[in-house]
């Protein structure tokens, strides 16, 4: 597979039709067809189903799509990482980060580095630990900032001090807003959201105990944000880390920390052996900086 065919597969797969394909890329319509047929020869499979007004992907050709975005993305990473000239030092760093406040740590190391180095831009991911360490494996990362307790073993790491504390989100007009602090007998038999994260992987009981297995999981959420929205509609009440969802001003919603108190840590971590460029090196060497200046 040629990848001028594979970003032709994907000009295509965005715009559902080879017309507009085909003039975004400044291509013939039989040409791109052409090529597109070529591509699924080589594969043995049909990746299209072409409908008159309009072409959807069959389950490998969701497949591909998914491949051949990673497979892009990953060579115009390396294309921009090579192409820096020596004297100079630019280019992309790519980062993934569970959603944490101290995600602010990262972002004035940048700032610290944005009047020495101007040239160096930053690419920025949120997602869950799965998520985040699959494009971290694939290349496609440099650093990942993760919350709790995950598989390290591939990685080096950077303990960060900051610790988020967990929490219930609810609407300030329930009657548990009264309340400074949550048990978790108080959420018995309330409808809860919770992070996909923490009802997969069992890390539920750990953090509430045994009695994780009695409550009323509601719904679960990748990123707070939707699952906010969800409070403030009623549908139910968000364990969720603290300073995540401004509540200032006339906001709707409130947070009440979880007490015993539950807190998390969080790392930064990037792959052993790993060959940074010369902007991910300055990078990580400003986020050193910025913990000793700290401490």
């Known amino acids: 597979m040629e990848i001028r065919v594979l970003q032709y597969f994907l000009a295509v797969a965005r715009e559902q039709s080879i017309s507009a394909a085909a ?9 791109l067809s052409r090529q597109l047929k070529d591509l699924e020869d080589e594969l043995g499979k049909p990746l299209m ?15 591909l799509r998914k491949r051949a975005q990673e497979i892009v993305d990953l060579i115009l990473k390396t294309e921009n990482e090579l192409t820096v000239p020596e004297e100079i030092i630019s280019g992309d760093i790519y980062i993934g980060a569970g959603e944490t406040d101290s995600m602010r740590l990262l972002v004035q190391a940048a700032k610290n ?7 160096i831009h930053y690419h920025l991911s949120s997602g869950d630990a799965c998520d985040i360490l ?13 919350l709790g307790d995950v598989n390290l073993a591939k990685y080096n790491t950077l303990p960060l001090p900051m610790r988020d504390t967990w929490g219930i989100l609810m609407r300030c007009d329930s009657p548990l807003a009264e309340k400074k602090t949550l048990t978790v ?4 038999g309330l409808p809860l959201i919770v ?49 995540l969802i401004s509540m200032t001003g006339n906001s709707s919603l409130c947070f009440r920390p979880l007490m015993p108190k539950k807190e998390i840590g969080m790392r930064l971590v990037w792959k052993r052996y790993q060959v940074f460029s010369k902007a991910a090196e300055q990078f990580l060497k400003a986020i050193t900086q910025q913990l000793e200046t700290s401490e």
């Open 49 to 63: 189903i072409r409908g008159n007004r309009r072409i959807t992907l069959t389950e490998e050709g969701m497949l």
């Open 195 to 243: 992070s996909r994260q923490l009802s997969c992987s069992g890390e539920l009981i750990k953090l509430l105990g045994d009695q994780a297995e009695h409550l009323n999981i509601f719904a679960t959420y990748n990123l707070i944000y939707n699952g906010s929205l969800m409070v403030d509609e009623g549908l139910g009440y968000a364990l969720t880390l603290d300073k």
């Open 134 to 146: 699959e494009d971290l494996d694939k290349g496609l990362l440099d650093f990942a900032l993760v």
């Open 113 to 119: 580095l944005q009047q020495d180095f101007p040239q």
């Open 185 to 188: 007998e108080d959420l018995m």
């Open 23 to 31: 003039e975004a890329l400044h291509l013939s319509q039989p040409t």
